[in-house]
């Protein structure tokens, strides 16, 4: 059974950090590229950031660049968000996924409220 559970959300105040982090279970996760989206209120979700499966290339949403670090460890099962120098325009839920071909998997997704 495929689980993506994510944790490290929270209420956080503007220039704060916060690290997400994804563990999966139920497939082989060194073999799949990794994603943090989020979606906030009334919007749709947008991709945040991306970890590819072999060399651990990285790809970001040109507003968190700079600011947000993802990784992984293929020995945990784990993903990370590092989100630094947070704002209120991060406020979102923020979801991982793990894609391989068209296999698409996707985790219930973390809170995260930037608020002073």
């Known amino acids: 059974q495929v689980q993506l559970v994510e944790s490290g959300g929270g209420l956080v105040q503007p220039g704060g950090s916060l690290r997400l982090s994804c563990a999966a279970s139920g497939f082989t996760f060194s073999a799949y590229a990794m994603s943090w989206y989020r979606q906030a209120p009334g919007k749709e979700r947008e991709l945040v950031a991306v970890?590819?499966?072999?060399?651990?290339?990285?790809n970001y949403l040109e507003s968190v660049k700079g600011r947000f670090t993802i990784s992984r460890d293929n020995a945990k099962n784990t993903v990370y968000l590092q989100m630094n120098s947070l704002n209120s325009e991060d406020t979102a839920v923020y979801y991982c996924?793990?894609?391989?071909?068209?296999?698409?998997?996707w985790g219930q997704g973390t809170q995260v409220t930037v608020s002073s």
């Open positions: 996924n793990a894609k391989r071909g068209g296999r698409n998997y």
């Open positions: 970890i590819a499966s072999a060399v651990g290339s990285t």
